[in-house]
Nanobody, 119 residues
Framework: QVQLVESGGGLVQAGDSLRLSCAASGGTFRLYALHWFRQAPGKEREFVARINWPAGSTYYADSVKGRFTISSDYAKNTVYLQINSLKPDDTAVYYC????????????WGQGTQVTVSS
């Protein structure tokens, strides 16, 4: 069983930067990839970025390329999402998810962290 705990969200102004964290625990040896998703009010959850574990290959949704950076600290079992030049449209609950094999199913989810961007 893998537990994921997100942190780092908050209320920020447009143009600010934010770094979200997702700490994994309990069975991290099973990790194959970690993902970030977000869900804005009234919208479906959408994929944001993925990082393979521990190799570090990264993938991004086209909508966030250039402003979002996913990274990891293997020693801390933590994945980060750096968000620059925040926009009100980035307002959402950001979730971390874990895959345990190459089928890339989302086997585990965190509880999410709220990011609110004011204009």
């Amino acid at each position: 069983q893998v537990q994921l705990v997100e942190s780092g969200g908050g209320l920020v102004q447009a143009g600010d930067s934010l770094r979200l964290s997702c700490a994994a625990s309990g069975g991290t040896f099973r990790l194959y990839a970690l993902h970030w998703f977000r869900q804005a009010p009234g919208k479906e959850r959408e994929f944001v970025a993925r990082i393979n574990w521990p190799a570090g290959s990264t993938y991004y949704a086209d909508s966030v390329k250039g402003r979002f950076t996913i990274s990891s600290d293997y020693a801390k079992n933590t994945v980060y999402l750096q968000i620059n030049s925040l926009k009100p449209d980035d307002t959402a609950v950001y979730y971390c998810a874990a895959s345990t094999d190459l089928r890339m199913r989302y086997d585990y989810w965190g509880q999410g962290t709220q990011v609110t961007v004011s204009s």
